[in-house]
T-cell receptor, first 117, second 114 residues
Framework: GDSVTQMEGPVTLSEEACLTI???????????LFWYVQYPGEGLQLLLK?????DKGSNKGFEATYRKETTSFHLEKGSVQVSDSAVYFC????????????????FGTGTRLTIIP | DTEVTQTPKHLVMGMTNKKSLKCEQH?????MYWYKQKAKKPPELMFV???????INESVPSRFSPECPNSSLLNLHLHALQPEDSALYLC?????????????FGPGTRLTVL
């Protein structure tokens, strides 16, 4: 079935380091692609999204490009801050057909990121 | 306003209790969702309510039952839960239940079943 593979964590970086969190998805249909972030003790917040091939989503210095040829949506940031410490989820949104609604957001396992001052 | 509110924030219940979780959105969204998130795991979709139709993940036990009193409210009724049901329960909403729409999440209800 449809699935997503996300880089395992935890990831620990120093402040101002470069960040890449890898995400690949199975190419059934044409999913929209999302990155959500979950800060400690909170719900999920949308970080960025891309709905078609070659689209680039960006927010708060984070970027990710919808790569259809490699079925990837890697999250990048050039200079991380302590406030970026959180869990990051890659989430393709697939069409399911008739069994369970019509659309489903499928979450990766999450990558816990810790930034050290 | 992109806020989804959930009450209560925390809930502790025994296995014989009946309780309800509440979720509300005032964004005019036409789809609402319940997710279950165990510790250090991703959220798992339990139910989708859109256009007055409920879609159920068949793996969800019947001790969980959703109810949608109106277009801005989605409740989750809990009855005879098990300790393994302890988790963070997240509600979300989106404009429409389509893949291009962003889902907006509430802060969650942290449920503990004793």
């Amino acid at each position: 079935g449809d699935s997503v593979t996300q880089m395992e964590g935890p990831v620990t970086l120093s402040e101002e380091a470069c960040l890449t969190i890898n995400c690949t998805y199975t190419a059934t249909g044409y999913p929209s692609l999302f990155w959500y972030v979950q800060y400690p003790g909170e719900g999920l917040q949308l970080l960025l999204k891309a709905t078609k091939a070659d689209d680039k989503g960006s927010n708060k210095g984070f970027e990710a490009t919808y790569r259809k040829e490699t079925t990837s949506f890697h999250l990048e940031k050039g200079s991380v801050q302590v406030s970026d410490s959180a869990v990051y989820f890659c989430a393709p949104h697939y069409s399911l057909g008739s069994n369970f609604g019509n659309e489903k957001l499928t979450f990766g396992t999450g990558t816990r990121l810790t930034i050290i001052p | 306003d992109t806020e989804v509110t959930q009450t209560p924030k925390h809930l502790v219940m025994g296995m014989t209790n009946k309780k309800s979780l509440k979720c509300e959105q005032h964004m005019g969204h036409r789809a609402m969702y319940w997710y279950k998130q165990k510790a250090k795991k991703p959220p798992e979709l339990m139910f989708v309510y859109s256009y007055e139709k409920l879609s159920i993940n068949e793996s969800v036990p019947s001790r969980f039952s959703p109810e949608c009193p109106n277009s801005s409210l989605l409740n989750l009724h809990l009855h005879a839960l098990q300790p393994e049901d302890s988790a963070l329960y997240l509600c979300a909403s989106s404009q429409d239940p389509v893949s291009t729409d962003t889902q907006y999440f509430g802060p969650g209800t942290r449920l503990t079943v004793l």
